[in-house]
């Protein structure tokens, strides 16, 4: 069983910095990666909404940017009715490094959801890879 409260703090603190003027809804994420280290997320938008960056991405970017590509948890936080969970662009980044990673969704008021990228995005890498 994967303890997620150390991870589900670390993205609640990353999403208090979270760059949001235009949607309002600021996100936080952390992700652990096999090695035990945790890199943070929030979103960041921009005015041509395209160039925004999920707060997941930003976790994941940062982790290899960093040298880290095996990964081991992600909590995922904002401040929504139900707990969110990584949108269309962030799971096919996941699976990219960790198509069955699990993934713990949260609120601020401690609903939690958990599941797996495999769960979010079934068949991720066949539909790139023909296997």
Known sequence: MIEYQSLIDAARHAREGAYAPYSRFAVGAALRTRSGRVFCGCNVEN???G???CAERAAVFAAVAAGEREF???AVIADS??????????R???AEFAPTLPVCSANLEGAIFQSSIAELLPR???GILGT
């Open 51 to 53: 160039l925004t960056i």
């Open 81 to 90: 009715k139900a707990p969110v969970t990584p949108c269309g662009a962030c």
């Open 47 to 49: 005015l041509s909404f």
């Open 92 to 94: 096919q980044v996941l």
């Open 124 to 126: 991720a890498k066949e």
């Open 72 to 74: 081991e948890a992600l």
